[in-house]
C-alpha cells in the first residue's frame, strides 16, 4: 500500500493553503496517498507515514496554527519522514537562493530530525486581512512570487524519496 502522507499549513490570507494544495497534488500524481489538511484542524497523525509542514512567514515567525500543529504533534512528527516548509519573501529571492528557516522553525527541525526545508517566495495581493499587511500591498511591496514549478520540484523530490523507501520495505 502507498505511504499515506499529511500536508498540513497554516495560513492568514490562502496562499500558503495553495502551496500546500500544489505538494499534496504531486504527491498523489507520484501515487502516493496526500491528504491536506489546515494545521489546526488535525487531531491525529498517527494514521500517516510521513508529514509535511508548511507556513506562511509573519514578521519572522510561523503562523500560530503551524506552530501549535508542530508542539502538539512533536512526539509523533518525530517519528516518521518529515519536511517543513515556508512561504513568505515578497520579492525573488527564495528562487534566486536557499534562505534558511526563521529560528523557532530551525528549532524544530533539529528537534524532530526533519528531512529537510525550503522557504518559497510569497504572496500578498489586495484583500488580505491584516492591518499591516493591508499596508504592504497599499504601499506596492505585495505581489505573488510564489514559484510552482519550483514547489512542484521539491514535492517531486519528497515523493520519489518514500517511494524509494517503499521499495526497500
Not at 492568514?12 to 496526500?34: H, M, P
Request: proline residues 5%; positive net charge.
Amino acid at each position: 500500500m502507498p505511504t499515506s502522507v499529511l500536508v498540513a499549513y497554516g495560513t492568514t490570507n490562502g496562499s500558503t493553503a495553495q502551496i500546500a494544495e500544489a505538494v499534496a497534488d504531486v504527491l498523489r500524481k507520484e501515487g502516493l496517498i496526500a491528504d491536506l489538511l489546515p494545521a489546526r484542524s488535525v487531531v491525529d497523525v498517527t494514521p500517516y507515514g510521513a508529514v509535511v509542514v508548511g507556513s506562511g512567514l509573519y514578521a519572522g515567525r510561523w503562523h500560530r496554527d503551524a506552530r501549535r500543529f508542530v508542539s502538539r504533534h512533536g512526539r509523533q512528527l518525530a517519528e516518521r519522514p518529515l519536511w517543513f516548509f515556508s512561504s513568505g519573501p515578497l520579492d525573488a529571492s527564495a528562487s534566486e537562493r536557499d534562505i534558511p528557516p526563521v529560528r523557532g522553525v530551525r528549532r524544530a527541525v533539529t528537534r524532530l530530525d526533519a528531512r529537510g526545508h525550503v522557504t518559497f517566495g510569497g504572496c500578498l495581493e489586495a484583500g488580505a486581512k491584516g492591518r499591516i499587511a493591508r499596508s504592504i500591498v497599499r504601499n506596492g511591496k505585495g505581489g505573488d512570487f510564489r514559484n510552482f514549478p519550483e514547489i512542484e520540484e521539491w514535492a517531486a523530490r519528497i515523493a520519489a524519496e518514500l517511494l524509494d523507501e517503499e521499495k526497500m520495505d
